[in-house]
C-alpha cells in the first residue's frame, strides 16, 4: 500500500514472494521519481508512460531494469513525437555489465557528496527504563564523476578489522559492528564477502549506496519529563523538562515535542524558558518547537488548560469510577536532527576514486542523525 493505492503482484505458480515484493517497492520508487508523488491522479495524468515503464521494467515475469536514470534516456515525459531509429533503441547500458551507469557520462567538475544518516528509534518506559533501541542507518550517495570510475569506500567495521588482522583496531572501541547491510546493486558482493572491502562503479546522480541496522542499548538523545497536575472539573497543568544528553559542541535542529492532551481542554496557555509553544486541537496535543537545542542544556515548559465541569463520560453516564479518565496519555513524541554526529559511531575512513583519465575528485562527507520512532512514555 502507498498513499491511497494497493500494488498487487498477481503470479500464476508458486513465485518468489521476496522478489515480487522489491520490484513493487522498487516500481513504486520509479514511478515517484517520474511523477514526484504517486497517487490515483497522478496514474490517470500519466498512464502511457507507466504502461511504457512496466513494459520495460518487467519481462516474461522476470524483472529488469529499474533505474530511472537509465530509463530515463528513452522513456521520457516530453509527449510522443517522431524519433530517428537511432534516438529510439534502448542505451547500450540496458545489456552491459554495468547495466545502472551509461558510457561517456562528462562533468566540469568532478566530485562526489555521501551522507551517512541514522535514524533513532527509542520506546522508554514511563519509569525511565530503555525499552528498545534501535538504529537505523544509510550511506547515501550523490556521484558526479566523468567516464567510469572505480570507487572504494572504508569504514570503521568491527569485521573488516579483524578479516584484514587488524584486532587491535577492532577491541580499540572505535569500530562499529553493522547488521543486516543491504546494498546497492553496484556494489561487488563477492569482493564485500571475501575481505569487507566496499567496491563498486557509482550509477550517475543520487542513490543509497548501503543500509544497515544496530540492535544496540542507546540513551535517550532527547530526555523528556512530564508532571501532570489535573483539578478535577477546573483545570489541568503541566510542567514538561527536557535535557539534550549528547556533547555540548553538537547542536539538535528543529526539535518538536509533542505532548498529549485530553480531548475536552480549552484556553490554553503556555510559558517556556525557550522555543515556542502550539496548541493543535485536531490532533489532541502541544507541539513545544526549539530551533537550535545545544548539547548539555536543560529547559522548562509550564502548559495551563481548562477542563470542563462535566467530562463527556459523565454526561453519557459511562463513568462509574469517579477518577479521571487516562485513555488520553499516549507517549510523548520528539523529532530532532543532528548535523556531523552519529549515534553509532560509524565512520568514513577513506573513499577512494580511480578513474583511466586520472582526474582528480572531491569527495565530500556529511554525518547526520535524526529521530526515528522516538517515543517517551507518561508517567
Not at 520495460?56 to 531509429?85: C, K, V, Y
Not at 502541544?286 to 462535566?310: C, D, N
Amino acid at each position: 500500500q502507498h498513499n491511497n493505492l494497493y500494488l498487487c503482484g498477481v503470479t500464476c505458480k508458486n513465485s518468489n514472494v521476496a522478489l515480487i515484493l522489491t520490484y513493487l517497492y522498487q516500481l513504486t520508487a520509479l514511478f515517484q521519481d517520474y511523477f514526484t508523488t504517486l497517487n490515483e491522479e497522478s496514474i490517470r495524468d500519466n498512464f502511457v508512460i507507466i504502461y511504457e515503464l512496466l513494459d520495460e521494467t518487467m519481462d516474461h515475469g522476470l524483472p529488469q531494469s529499474l533505474d530511472s536514470t537509465i530509463l530515463r534516456q528513452f522513456i521520457t515525459q516530453e509527449g510522443n513525437r517522431m524519433a530517428d531509429d537511432s534516438k529510439s533503441k534502448p542505451p547500450v547500458a540496458l545489456t552491459n555489465a554495468v547495466s545502472w551507469r551509461a558510457e561517456g557520462i562528462k562533468h566540469k567538475k568532478n566530485e562526489i557528496f555521501l551522507d551517512v544518516v541514522e535514524k533513532l528509534n527509542l520506546l522508554v518506559a514511563a519509569n525511565g527504563t530503555v525499552l528498545h533501541s534501535e538504529i537505523n542507518g544509510a550511506v547515501k550517495m550523490k556521484s558526479f564523476l566523468s567516464g567510469m570510475p572505480e570507487l572504494k569506500l572504508g569504514l570503521n567495521d568491527k569485521l573488516m578489522f579483524e578479516a584484514t588482522g587488524r584486532s587491535n583496531q577492532a577491541r580499540s572501541g572505535k569500530s562499529v559492528e553493522l547488521e543486516d547491510i543491504k546494498f546497492h546493486q553496484c556494489v561487488r558482493l563477492a569482493r564485500f564477502e571475501n575481505d569487507r572491502t566496499i567496491s563498486f562503479i557509482p550509477p550517475d546522480g543520487e542513490f543509497d549506496l548501503m543500509t544497515y541496522r544496530l540492535d544496540t542499548h542507546v540513551k535517550p538523545l532527547i530526555w523528556v519529563e512530564a508532571v501532570v497536575e489535573p483539578h478535577r472539573g477546573s483545570r489541568i497543568e503541566y510542567m514538561i523538562k527536557t535535557r539534550s544528553q549528547f556533547k555540548s559542541r553538537s547542536v539538535a535542529n528543529n526539535v518538536e515535542i509533542s505532548i498529549p492532551v485530553p480531548p475536552d481542554v480549552d484556553s490554553p496557555s503556555f510559558k517556556s524558558s525557550v522555543g515556542n509553544v502550539t496548541y493543535l486541537p485536531d490532533k489532541d496535543c502541544v507541539v513545544w518547537t526549539i530551533k537550535q537545542f545545544h548539547g548539555g542544556r536543560e529547559y522548562l515548559m509550564r502548559a495551563h488548560f481548562g477542563l470542563p465541569s462535566i467530562s463527556r463520560e459523565e454526561a453519557d453516564g459511562k463513568d462509574r469510577s469517579g477518577g479521571m479518565d487516562t485513555s488520553w496519555k499516549k507517549p510523548i513524541g520528539v523529532k530532532f536532527e543532528i548535523p556531523y554526529f552519529t549515534v553509532s559511531g560509524i565512520q568514513v575512513r577513506y573513499l577512494k576514486i580511480i578513474e583511466r583519465s586520472g582526474y582528480q575528485a572531491l569527495p565530500w562527507v556529511r554525518y547526520i542523525t535524526a529521530n526515528g520512532d522516538y517515543q517517551l512514555r507518561m508517567a
